[in-house]
């Protein structure tokens, strides 16, 4: 663990208590840093904010934007999670504000000492635009102290922390609409219709005007590109460089945000191409476990998506891969204890990989019982002691495609072993 996060851990609550009302008085301790930020692109959702946060991003950059972005979790370094006109914040800087805000409260968990860190520091750091990413649902989220956001953003909405946003779509999308707020138009995802439902309702209660994908504008895979459509234009855009069928959509709406913000489609296109997010379906070539794969002739991937609608997305892009190239193929599988281990293998179920299930440092689940969870969805598993363990005999016995999946704790162990493939 790096020493900003055992810093935090050993200082902070880590719980999670949905409330702003702790956030909100260290915000005005701190001299309320939240209402001095550059213009806020606020992203909320259940799927697809990083990868949308990552594209809008590049995008803002490529047209000469100094670019704040606040994301989370972090992989490897704490340090991920803000980042500062383009610049990963650095350990000093960070270290000073975090003493800052220890003099004003002793109360604030983890997630909002880090958000108002995030917020000190992009207030006094010149910039033309940040992209703030919610934490965990969205009205009581710690970002949510945010009050004038240029715009609003919402990914996809799906089933996941159900014991703090529901148990239903509809409800689970009302969170996620808390963002929404008077006069700053919102920019939707395609959404299910009791998931619509609700953001348009939200939306109607604060009078924020909606621009949905699906209705007002989309974007569709042609050609070996990309095309974008809304009801202005039609933009003939390169392929994005994340893989998998769905980051087809997540480039949608992040151009549909690029053009509300006027960038020029030449840095539309130069975005799309230049996105770094890592742990979405990322190639691994270089480190100790790349370089067995590739010793074996075999593809190693790494995915942190841990939901269902995650593993549904994972399942289209592996069954766009073996359909383009067939090879034998692996999942290598440790989740939170609290995830939904059943709707993610059932939605994987249909790769008839083998499944080798394994644990990682913090709340894992218990590789057996994952494996059971595993082979009552029909895919053959077995629990082992280790990543490594569970590559050698994926390799062993002839898988030519091996994907490292269901939890971003255990991404960042994997990328964290291996400073060629760390996130930047």
């Not at 209660?205 to 007002?216: E, F, I, Y």
């Not at 990989?353 to 598993?381: C, I, S």
Request: net charge negative; glycine share 10%.
């Amino acid at each position: 663990m790096d020493p900003i996060s055992q810093r935090l851990r050993a200082r902070h609550p880590q719980r999670i208590d949905l409330s702003l009302g702790r956030m909100r008085a260290l915000c005005a301790a701190l001299g309320d840093p939240q209402d001095r930020l550059p213009p806020v692109i606020h992203v909320a959702g259940t799927n697809g904010k990083g990868s949308t946060v990552a594209f809008l991003r590049a995008m803002a950059e490529a047209s000469g934007l100094r670019v704040h972005a606040y994301t989370s979790p972090h992989l490897v370094r704490f340090n991920e999670r803000i980042r500062l006109a383009g610049t990963l914040i650095q350990d000093d800087a960070l270290t000073a504000i975090l003493d800052r805000i220890e003099a004003v409260s002793g109360e604030a968990t983890v997630f909002e000492s880090t958000t108002a860190a995030a917020f000190v520091a992009m207030s006094e750091t010149p910039a033309d635009l940040a992209i703030v990413e919610v934490g965990l649902g969205g009205v009581l989220d710690a970002t949510n102290v945010i009050a004038r956001p240029l715009l609003s953003v919402i990914t996809p909405v799906d089933l996941d922390h159900a014991e703090f946003l529901g148990t239903d779509l509809a409800t689970i999308a009302g969170e996620k609409a808390g963002i929404l707020k008077p006069g700053a138009r919102g920019l939707i995802a395609r959404q299910s219709e009791p998931a619509m439902a609700a953001i348009e309702a939200a939306a109607a209660r604060v009078l924020a005007p909606l621009t949905v994908m699906g209705t007002d504008f989309d974007a569709w895979a042609e050609r070996g590109g990309l095309a974008f459509q809304d009801q202005e234009r039609f933009l003939d855009l390169p392929a994005p460089v994340l893989p998998g069928p769905h980051q087809v959509a997540n480039a949608g709406l992040a151009i549909a945000v690029a053009l509300e913000l006027d960038l020029p489609e030449a840095a539309i296109a130069k975005g799309l191409t230049r996105a770094v997010w890592p742990a979405r379906m990322q190639r691994v070539k270089d480190g100790p476990y790349g370089r067995a794969a590739r010793a074996a002739d075999a593809e190693l991937w790494l995915d942190g998506g841990h939901n269902p609608h995650a593993a549904q997305a994972l399942a289209r892009t592996l069954e766009e891969r073996q359909t383009r190239a067939p090879r034998p193929l692996a999942l290598i599988v440790g989740m939170l204890a609290n995830k939904d281990a059943g709707g993610f293998f059932e939605a994987l179920k249909t790769t008839q990989a083998q499944v080798f299930t394994v644990g990682f440092d913090g709340a894992a689940a218990e590789p057996a019982a994952l494996a059971a969870v595993a082979r009552g969805h029909g895919l053959g598993a077995v629990a082992v002691g280790s990543v490594q363990e569970a590559l050698d005999r994926a390799l062993a016995l002839g898988a030519g495609r091996v994907v490292i999946c269901g939890s971003l704790y255990l991404a960042g162990e994997v990328l964290g072993a291996d400073a060629v493939t760390r996130p930047v």
